[in-house]
């Protein structure tokens, strides 16, 4: 199962470059050394979107989230259901908003990316390679994730999203791997920038509001990020003792509270 694991104030996101050192055993993890952020040229004039965008976005990760958990579960039932709503919502929105940012000559593009990839999943979950449909499926979040940050949208889901590039390297140089061939110089590499953009998590603002969460919810979330943290923090430890079993654990652990936490956003069906 691969790892999918998925606000109106306008900030520029900043993205974090993680140093890294390639050795093993008891070297320490070295720190996060170098912060960038994208070159205004790439980026297009910040304009205060409508509170509907950001709506009907909240809306759409919560219909694009089920099918990505359900696809990853061989949940073909699930799967289809939750597609069709996803069908529904998207097609909505790209009507709605095909030509709601004209001051960005990418933004339609990546509309029509979206679309595609939404429409060939859509023919994957027909066919039940499921599998094939979640990995499509990834891209939705990529580009929705790069429309925003063009046209700086802050988001939060954009920061799990973010979180999860690094996290995944991680989880798959130790998944299903024995102590021996647990890739310890890529999880010490890779983990400066998770802890990086994990803080980045942490310290977001989460709009109940927006994504329709009870205050009950909004505890059920609180408690998945102390989880993931506890396990950010059991890797940390277990990279300072060189161990690699420990360290082979330690990092495909890290996998289960993101997901719960990603699949937290989700609206499922009944």
Not at 110 to 127: F, S, Y
Not at 167 to 192: C, F, G, H, Q
Not at 226 to 238: E, H
Request: net charge neutral.
């Amino acid at each position: 199962m691969r790892t999918c694991f998925y606000l109106i104030p306008m900030i520029i996101l900043v993205l974090v470059l993680a140093g890294g050192c390639t050795s093993s055993g008891n070297s320490p993890v070295p720190p996060v050394q170098t912060t960038m952020i994208p070159p205004a040229a790439t980026m297009t004039p910040a304009v205060n979107p409508p509170s509907a965008l950001l709506t009907d976005m909240a809306a759409l990760d919560q219909a694009y989230i089920p099918v990505l958990a359900l696809t990853t579960q061989n949940d073909a039932a699930g799967s289809r259901k939750s597609m069709d709503v996803l069908l529904t919502k998207w097609n909505a929105f790209k009507a709605t908003y095909y030509t709601a940012m004209p001051q960005d000559p990418q933004w339609k593009p990546d509309l029509d990316t979206v679309d595609t990839t939404i429409k060939e999943a859509n023919g994957m979950i027909t066919q039940g390679n499921l599998s094939a449909a979640h990995t499509g499926l990834e891209q939705f979040r990529l580009t929705m994730l790069d429309l925003r940050a063009r046209n700086n949208i802050d988001y939060f889901i954009d920061k799990l999203t973010r979180f999860h590039a690094p996290m995944e390297t991680i989880v798959l140089a130790a998944v299903d791997k024995s102590p021996e061939n647990v890739d310890v110089a890529t999880i010490r590499k890779a983990y400066p920038d998770a802890v990086a953009q994990w803080n980045v998590v942490k310290t977001g603002k989460i709009d109940a509001t927006l994504y329709r969460l009870t205050p009950d919810k909004m505890a059920q979330l609180q408690s998945h990020m102390a989880n993931q943290t506890r396990a950010m923090d059991n890797l940390r430890a277990a990279l300072d003792s060189g161990n690699t079993t420990t360290i082979g654990k330690t990092a495909v652990a890290i996998k289960g509270p993101f997901s719960i936490l990603f699949s937290s956003f989700g609206k499922f069906p009944a």
